[in-house]
Nanobody, 115 residues
């Protein structure tokens, strides 16, 4: 069974940084693209960043390009999201999933950007 456990969120001031982690299990992690999503209050879940199975290919939403970096460690079955220069608009619950996405979403990790 697919399990996804996100961590690393918290409260940070505008301009600050956070590094999110997602530990995956229940599937062959190294064979799948992985994606970070986020969902802000009252909004639909949106795709933030995607990384290829070998970690070579990456894609980002326009809103985070140049500020966020997705990476992965296939030896640890973990995908990361380094978030720099955070703004209040980045406040959301962040989730990871494989592509195509599993129906078994994790609980996510809350990121709050506020002064």
């Amino acid at each position: 069974q697919v399990q996804l456990v996100e961590s690393g969120g918290g409260l940070v001031q505008p301009g600050g940084s956070l590094r999110l982690s997602c530990a995956a299990s229940g599937f062959t992690f190294s064979s799948y693209y992985m994606t970070w999503y986020r969902q802000a209050p009252g909004k639909e879940r949106e795709l933030v960043a995607t990384i290829g199975a070998r970690g070579i290919t990456t894609n980002y939403a326009d809103s985070v390009k140049g500020r966020f970096t997705i990476s992965r460690d296939n030896g640890r079955n973990t995908v990361y999201l380094q978030m720099n220069n955070l703004t209040p608009e980045d406040t959301a619950v962040y989730y990871c999933n494989k592509r195509p996405p599993s129906n078994s979403w994790g609980r996510g990790t809350q990121v709050t950007v506020s002064s």
